[in-house]
Each structure stands twice: as C-alpha cells, then as structure tokens.
C-alpha cells in the first residue's frame, strides 16, 4: 500500500510537471527559450511511479524527455527553467538545455539527444554497482523508438551477461515523434522484446500512478535482491507534440480523446477525494502552491545572469594544460 | 637501461596503475584469457582476475557506453578497443557522450576513462583495418590524444592518462608493439605529463613533426638528410591534445623549416592544422612553406606495392625536407 503521504507526494509532483511544462510552453512561445523543447505532459505518472520506487541514491538516466524526471529526482524547479532559458544559475550553467540536464547530486545522470545511447552508460553505471558490491540500482528512462538501435540491444545483451542491477524503463506512447510503433517495430511489444536478453519483461499501466509505483518496487525489489536486469514497459501517451514544433497531424482526435479520458493527475485526484487521502480544499490550496512555485521559478530564471563570455571555454577538462583554448 | 618491447611497457603501465588503484579495470574483446590481440593485456587476467580484466562482446559503442557510465559511477575504466578501426562502430559514444558530457553538464562529472586503440597501415590489412584518424578526435573538443612513439613513452603516457581526471583516446601503432626502447626498471615510477613534446633527435636546420610510428620514419629521414649536410630535428608532440605549441614554435623559430609528417590522410589531417598555426605565429621566421607528408586520400589498398605509395614513407619525408632546405 501506498501511505496517504506518499500519494499526495506523488500528486504533488505530477501536478508541478504539468504546470511547470504549460509554463514552459508559454515561455517557449515568447522565445525565451530556444532549441528543442520535449514535453512530458501526459506521461508524468511514469518518472512520478517508477523514481518514487527507488533510493535516494540509486541512479537515474534519461532522455531528451527529461524535466520530469529531472524534477522527481529532487531537481530544482528555479534551476531547471533557469536551464532552460540559458542562465549561469541552471542546473547545467546554461551550457546543456532543456535536453541536457543533469543533477550530480540527486544522482541524476542526465539527458542525451542522442535515442539510444543512454542505454549503455546505464549499464556501465550498474556495472559500477556491480563491481563495488554497493547496493545501488540504475533506471534508465527511454522512449519506443529506442528499442530498435543497436546500443539498446548492446546495452541489454552486457546487463545479462554481467548480471547487473538495471532496470530498463520503456515510456511506450506509441509515436517516435510522427511514427506509428507499428511501422518502425518488428515487434510493438516491448515488454517481450528483452526475453531474447533472458530479461524479464512487465508491462504496466503508465497512466496509472499507484500502479506504477506498486509494480516497480515490486521489480526493484527483485533487482535490488541480486536478480539482475529487468525490463518495464509502461504504456502512456504524450499529450503535446513531439517537441515544441510539431502540430501533431499524424495521430486521431479519438485516439487522442480516449488517452485524454485516462490522464493520471485527476485520476489519481479522484481516488484520493473517495479514500478521503485528501480534501478538495487541500486539492486546491496545492493547485495554487505550485502555480506560485511555478511563477518563482520563472521569475528566478528572467532575473539570472546568463553565463558570462569567460565560461565559453570552462567545464571542458579537469585537468587544463597551456594549449588549452581559454577566454 | 633495460629494454623492452612497446606492448610489455604497455602491460606493466596498466598492471602499476591496478595495483595501485581498485578503481581501474580493464574491459575490451579478448583481452583477458586470449591475452590481447597484439598480446597489450598478457598476463593481465592471471594477475587480477575476471572481476577486473573483462572480456566484452563484440559491440564497440557498448564498451565505450558502458566505460563511461562506469566513470560516471566512480570507477577509472580502461576500455580496449580491439583496433582503432572499430573507434568508428564507436563514434557516437565517443564524440557525443565521452568528450561532451562534462561540459554539457556544466563540469558536475569527471570522466575519467582511457580508450586504448591499436590502429595504422602498413600491414597489407587493406582498406577497413589500417586507420590512422587521430585527427578525427582532435578535431572533436573533450577528449585528449595521447600517441606514443617508443615504449618509454607508451608506459610514462598510458600512467599518466589513466591518472587523467579527464577522458583519454591512447592511441597505440600496430607495428610499434614489437619495438623494443630503454625504459627504467619496475622500481622506478615513470610518468609523463600530457601536453609535453620531446625532441627525438636534435637539429638546427628543419623541424621533422611527427608522431606514433611516423616518428621512426622521421629518424630515417634524419640519417639520410645527415649525408645530405642537412642537420634535421625530430620532434615528437607525443599527445596531440593537449598539443605542446610552445615547444613547437621554439624549434621552428629556430630551424626556420618544417615538415609535418603523419600517416593520416593528408587532407584536413593534424599536418593541417600545424601547418596553419605555423604560418599564423612565425610568418615573419619562416624560410620556406611548410611542408605535409600524409597519407593518399584513398581507402588503403591492399596490394603491397599500392599500400607503400598510399602510406608515408621515410623516403617522402626525405624529399620533402630536402625541397625545403636546398
Ligand atoms: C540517433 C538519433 N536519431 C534520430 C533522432 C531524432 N529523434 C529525436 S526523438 C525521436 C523519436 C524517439 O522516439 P521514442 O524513442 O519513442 O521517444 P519519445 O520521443 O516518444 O519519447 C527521433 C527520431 C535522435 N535524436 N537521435
Ligand atoms: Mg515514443
């Protein structure tokens, strides 16, 4: 069972997704922010389940998707937006983008634009578990399309062979940005596709928060215990576009109806109001703490400096040698 | 001193540092029970066991992926790539994630792994097989270069660059493995610093610049240009980032003449780059343009006599210098 306190955590948490991306997409609109912008907005109960399954020191990687993770994580919201909109005071200094965010601290180990590619450093985390004898797992985060480069089979064949504790975390909503899952996949379910791996696979429900999290402690469980990889499909849907340019023509208002119909925050609203976990009042008090949490961190990102010239060059190296290119 | 070969300094530089440090391990094809394909990891898997000399599957950018996620997990990986070649299979995670995930992330992560590849010409291994694309990485900012030219070198560099904080590509000549050098006993510790050249013979009328194998070809050319009365200076960077300009443009201020030989292809190679920062600091001291020898840019062929005029020679570097100075 998940505690009252924990549901309202969990709630707390997709809600600040939400509001925080409805804000970035505004702020997208007015161009203070630039480049490639992925919103998670309809996926939340997926980082919101599976992180809250882990260890504050178990290891997370991730996608270009990754505010919302970078957020249940622990990250702040003041150092994500300032991230976003490019000042010396966001999570990266500015130097990585909404893609690219990281968080040492909170174990965090970043988005890569490149689809795939994390899978490997995932594992190569895991292997350092492995090779310490600590106890800490890692979770990898990544889309449908992912499962068809190579790396992830890589990834997948060394976490077997090694025995290591990952779990691998498929955010299936059907699309790699405008293609259909069943146009781009030999096989559309993932859950199956590690069994070659001798990986277990589960599939979940990723609109479902309390699912989430119930069926990933369960698989953290197992992998913490020495059980080695696993594998979770969660099946979700993203409500935006692809990225912040995309109109979105390729999929049916009805599909898009019916996912709306299934959308985790009120879902999951609506069974705290029955259980009475929570009041109405409660509800609403929260929807305007974060609405004011939001607007502070916008009004944070606007105020910060933007990394000076000199920063151009810094962050590269370590260790810096005379030839070194410097301010 | 002692002699010994290119790949025994190379398996005493690793087991050193082993022992010294349980955070390094080696990971790459082959490497533990057959030994290393050019026998670099010999003995390595009798002395520390599976745990930290790892044979990998055949999947190049899943070693490279996995070392630096065993960086990022606090460990010092020294991943094999079984030649320089499959670097390229590799590409994504080198140049996208190793080189670039410390300044992406605003300096948060060091990265300290060093990707050992075997790589070069000259063998008849034809045109998939004898790559020298050092430039290739140099090219790409976050990642240093590190390409010995003797075993002394081999073992002081590969010390120093699994001490490295920072990620390192440690270039190694296939057919340097069997050169045997000078290099102090076990008892003593030989590090090099990154970013430091060394003058491989002494010359006062035009600076030979090259580096890995080259840097033998250069020694030829020095002899043969000795009977010319041309008292030519091999000069050996010895990492190519961080790249010691400084000494470079001291020997040239003095010779007042250059030759940049590397087995590269010649077009947009590191001669490139040599050649035009020469030009931009000592304009004004140099006596004759600057010269590249480099390899054709053509796939390698594999018949004898093709791979010999594709590759650089001594015989090259000989015509190039004399053109210059006569
Ligand atoms: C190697 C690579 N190829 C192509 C792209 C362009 N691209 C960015 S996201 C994306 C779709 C990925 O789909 P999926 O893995 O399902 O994740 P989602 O965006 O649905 O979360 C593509 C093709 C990329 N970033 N990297
Ligand atoms: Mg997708």
Known sequence: MISPTDQIKMYRQMLLIRRIEERIAECYGEGKIGGFTHLYIGQEAVAVGAINALNQDDNVIDTYRDHGHFLVRGGDPKALMAELFGRVTGCCKGKGGSMHLADAEHYFFGGTGIVGASIPIAVGLGLASAYREDDHITMAFFGDGATNQGVWHEGLNFATIWNLPVIFVCENNFYGIGTDVRLSSAFTEVHKKAAGYGIPGYLIDGMDVMEVRQRCEEVVRLVRGGAGPALIEARCYRYQGHSMTDPGRYRARAEEELWRKRDPIPRLARQMLDAEVVTQERLDEMEREIEAQVEEAVRFADESPEPGPEMLYEHMFRERYPSDPHA | ?326
């Open chain 2, 1 to 326: 001193m002692r002699e010994i070969r290119f790949y025994e300094a190379l398996i005493e530089a690793m087991a050193e540092e082993m022992r010294r440090d349980e955070r390094v391990f080696l990971m790459g094809e082959d490497i533990g029970l057959f030994g290393g394909t050019f026998r670099a990891t010999e003995g390595l898997m009798a002395e520390f066991g599976e745990r930290r000399v790892r044979d990998t599957p055949i999947a190049e950018a899943g070693i490279v992926g996995l070392a630096l996620g065993a960086a990022f997990g606090g460990l010092r990986p020294v991943p094999e790539l079984m030649t320089m070649n499959f670097a390229i299979v590799a590409m994504d995670q080198i140049v996208n994630h190793v080189a670039k995930m410390r300044y992406m992330f605003g300096g948060q992560f060091d990265l300290p792994l060093t990707i050992r590849a075997p790589g070069g010409g000259g063998t008849q291994k034809g045109a998939q097989h004898s790559h020298s694309i050092e430039s290739w990485f140099v090219n790409a900012p976050g990642i240093r270069v590190v390409i010995p030219s003797t075993p002394h070198d081999a073992k002081g560099l590969l010390k120093t660059s699994i001490r490295c904080d920072d990620p390192v590509l440690f270039v190694e000549h296939e057919r340097l493995y069997s050169v045997k050098g000078p290099v102090p006993e076990e008892s003593e510790e030989l590090l090099i610093p990154l970013g430091q050249a060394e003058t491989k013979r002494p010359g006062r009328d035009v600076t030979l610049v090259a580096w890995s194998f080259m840097v033998h070809d250069a020694l030829k050319a020095a002899e043969a240009l000795a009977e010319e009365g041309i008292e030519a200076e091999v000069w050996d960077p010895r990492t190519l980032d961080p790249f010691d300009w400084d000494a470079l443009y001291a020997s040239v201020a003095r010779t007042r003449r250059c030759v940049v030989a590397e087995e590269g292809w010649r077009t947009l190679g590191v001669g490139a780059e040599i050649a035009a920062r020469l030009q931009e600091h000592l304009f004004h001291e140099l006596d004759a343009p600057v010269q590249r020898v480099g390899a054709a840019d053509v796939p390698t062929p594999y018949a004898r006599n093709l791979e010999q005029a594709a590759l650089p020679s001594a015989e090259d570097l000989f015509r190039a210098a004399l053109k210059i100075c006569t």
